[in-house]
């Protein structure tokens, strides 16, 4: 059970502001920043319904609550360490700097007199000449010297930051777009007043809502270990929950030596640099763990974690500590950054990699995370052939139940990270591959709403012809080169539209793929107004796979047995491009 020492309403002047403790967050604990444009600008219409009630007089709309911050306040330490609040405190710290800015650029004496107030009282300030500036609200060291270059380190000379610092990680950018974004609604905000006075009334009113109106409610612990507690609680039941945070907190909490504290950081940074989005580390979390135990759905992934790792951790003598999770994880991150943009270095399994990229089979990561812990990606060819004619066959196809196959790869991934070999994997792939009858069957039958997994399946055909047919032209079959098209069109005219319309305008009979960017008034022509497009394609799943069976030229009317019939020719291709078990057999 957490102790807390007492919960106190504050103020975000109370909070961040000049002779009050300062707010650091801890490198040890908490996330970077993580806000994106969705969430600042719920938070701005929040503030300016407050300040539209706290400036109408209302008794009720004096102040606003934004929240509870934890915090540790051990009476041995000097500050306060913020272990839940940063993202808040934080975009209002933003905000409150886009205030300074635009007084300042007012350049009226009074302007850039508040703009130099509101730096020295809510920001930054130097109490000499000669000593350190002091930071009122001081961020972990992945975002630190960012938010400083960019936000803090603000010149009452020039009235502008240094902004050296390029945005080298997610969060500094996503820093850069909330001052943008703040930026451009206040400028909108003042235009509407004609003379510098009304402006500056409005720009006043605004940052007096957040010094004296946002209330927060600051918790305050005595230890780290309390303080997560606290957080994990606050957290279990919003959007602020991350485990990727929430493991990295756990970790600091076990580390038993700076050293240890070190490697954590050191992974985590890892993280940040390895990947573009926040999104792509919490899924390489949860991969980098199921490659070693199997499958964990992602909600109950942290404390999954945590009961494992601390059974290894807390037992005496330790075998397993946080270095070694830690260097694991580290090693691991630059391999599915590799694996997930297709970027090993060769060039036949970067091909397969942006197939599976393609059809968003997430399913297959985990598998290839483990296989490559131990084996170079030239021999791990067979096995991620393997595993696409897996997945085509069975659920792009086949739309069958992706828990099995989930359950099959990953429980497959667990095997390899425990000693078996990539060899023995295919092998149990290949006796999972739906047979070629069953395949066929699946493919006569199958509509592929997703436009990417259409492509997909019809580009592979396509590159399958040109091999029978010995044609050696390149053609680039990427996103925007080629899209697909429907043959007998999605939105027809009224006389010409089939019954049961929506069962047959998918069907993979009905698509091919044709040059350039979709026209979707010309797609909506009948056939013999566009035949010339198909006939005259470079693309042979256009003008060699039998589209001009769709059409009946006698009765000019869409023809479903023609549908069927091209999908049968197709099926036969597709039998042989995503082949069942007898290839490895």
Request: charged share 25%; aromatic share 10%.
């Amino acid at each position: 059970m957490a102790i807390i020492k007492q919960a106190a309403r504050q103020t975000l002047g109370q909070l961040i502001g000049a002779n009050n403790p300062i707010v650091t967050v801890p490198d040890d604990s908490q996330r970077q920043y993580s806000w994106t444009k969705k969430e600042v600008d719920v938070y701005w219409a929040d503030i300016q319904k407050f300040k539209t009630g706290r400036d109408s007089g209302k008794e009720s709309s004096a102040e606003y609550f934004i929240g509870p911050v934890v915090t540790i306040t051990a009476d041995s330490i000097q500050g306060r360490s913020l272990l839940d609040g940063q993202q808040r405190l934080t975009t209002s710290t933003i905000l409150i700097a886009v205030i300074r800015d635009i007084l300042w650029q007012m350049k009226s004496p009074e302007g850039m007199s508040t703009a130099n107030n509101i730096q020295r009282d809510y920001i930054a300030r130097k109490s000499g000449r000669k000593e350190p500036m002091e930071y009122f609200l001081v961020l972990s060291l992945f975002d630190r010297d960012f938010f400083r270059d960019h936000i803090q380190d603000w010149s009452e000379i020039t009235g502008e930051c240094p902004r050296v610092e390029g945005a080298n990680r997610p969060s500094h950018k996503l820093i850069q777009d909330a001052y943008a974004n703040f930026h451009s609604k206040i400028t909108a905000g003042i235009q509407k007043y004609s003379d510098d006075e009304s402006r500056l009334d409005w720009l006043d009113s605004l940052r007096e809502c957040l010094i004296n109106g946002l209330v927060f409610v600051e918790i305050q612990t005595p230890t780290s270990s309390d303080a997560n507690e606290v957080f994990e609680t606050i957290n279990s039941r919003g959007k602020d929950l991350s485990t990727v945070d929430l493991v990295r907190n756990f970790l600091m909490e076990k580390s038993t030596s700076d050293y240890e504290k070190v490697r954590v950081n050191d992974a985590w940074r890892s993280l940040l640099d390895g990947f573009e989005r926040r999104e792509e580390i919490e899924k390489f979390l949860r991969h980098f763990w199921v490659s070693k135990h199997g499958d964990v759905k992602s909600h109950s992934l942290y404390t999954t974690i945590r009961k494992d790792l601390s059974g290894h951790f807390d037992r005496r003598p330790q075998v397993y500590g946080v270095g070694a999770f830690s260097a694991e994880l580290e090693a691991a991150a630059g391999r599915y950054a590799e694996i997930i943009t297709g970027s090993t270095g060769n060039l036949e399994f970067d091909t397969a990699l942006g197939e599976i990229k393609t059809m968003g089979a997430d399913a297959l990561y985990p598998l290839l995370l483990s296989a490559s812990e131990n084996s170079g990606y030239v021999n791990l060819q067979t096995l991620v052939d393997a595993a696409i004619s897996y997945y085509v066959r069975w659920t792009v196809v086949g739309r069958r139940e992706s828990t099995l196959l989930e359950e099959n790869i990953f429980g497959l991934a667990k095997e390899i990270s425990g000693g078996a070999s990539p060899d023995a994997a295919v092998r149990k792939i290949v006796g999972w591959i739906p047979d070629d009858e069953t395949f066929v069957s699946d493919f006569r039958e199958a509509s592929i709403p997703k436009p990417s997994q259409a492509r997909y399946l019809l580009g592979k055909i396509e590159h399958a012809l040109r091999i029978r047919g010995d044609v050696h032209e390149e053609v680039m079959l990427g996103d925007g080169k080629v899209h697909v098209e429907n043959i007998y069109p999605q939105k027809p005219k009224d006389e010409l539209r089939i019954e049961d319309h929506d069962s047959w305008v998918s069907r993979l009979g009905n698509l091919t793929l044709l040059a350039g960017k979709r026209n979707q008034a010309l797609s909506n022509l009948s056939y013999p107004e566009k035949a010339s497009w198909y006939a005259g394609s470079a693309l042979l799943v256009s003008s060699h796979t039998g589209v001009e069976a769709l059409w009946d030229e006698s009765l000019s009317r869409w023809r479903v047995q023609g549908i069927e019939d091209r999908q049968t020719l197709l099926a036969a291709i597709a039998r042989d491009v995503w082949p069942s078990g007898n290839r490895w057999g």
